[in-house]
């Protein structure tokens, strides 16, 4: 026995079949990505939840999502990175925190009391070092700092993509019964 498809009906038979799947495959693609999104906001490490909060997704074609941050240290976090010298660009001095107790609520910043208790004290020493105030304050000034090599926490490669990968093989699997494919 012989069977013969015309291009014609292949055509067609392959039309019908994209026009079910298209809006399935997008939705599983669209649940994936929120999953991934999601995943990312609870697994990365937080201490401000800057980085937590600036993950986006962008389509970019139409069954192509893609997951990143803008922010510059995101890719540090992840990979890690190497040692560097940091030296400071508009004054003579960094004013580095040694103690938490001088950082404002958001840890970002150095509070300016704190700065003006430490230059108060240095201009009236009253027999103390200048090392021994700086410890006092909490602050230290250095021409430079050097900074360690930082290692990778590696969340994405170790838990985020796994965990997705998992997730849109079940999300395939839900879509394919849903077309007949099992």
Known sequence: MTVVLQDREIRR??????????PLLDGVINKTTIFSLRLIKTTLPKRTGNLRGSY??????????????????????E????????????KKVLTIPINKNVLTSTGAQIKKSALDRLFSRLENPKGKTRRQI?????????????????????????????????????EFGDAAIKLGFT
């Open 134 to 170: 700086q410890q006092e304050v909490g602050i230290v000034l250095a021409k430079k700092a050097n900074i360690p090599p930082i290692k990778g926490q590696k969340n994405f490669e170790r838990i985020i993509e796994p965990k997705t990968t998992e997730f849109l093989e079940k």
């Open 56 to 77: 986006q997704q962008k389509k970019l074609a139409k069954f192509t999502r893609f997951v990143s941050s803008p922010l510059k240290y995101a890719d540090n976090v």
């Open 79 to 90: 990979e890690g990175s190497k040692s560097k010298t940091i030296r400071p660009k508009t």
């Open 13 to 22: 038979f392959v039309n019908g079949i994209e026009k079910k799947a298209a």
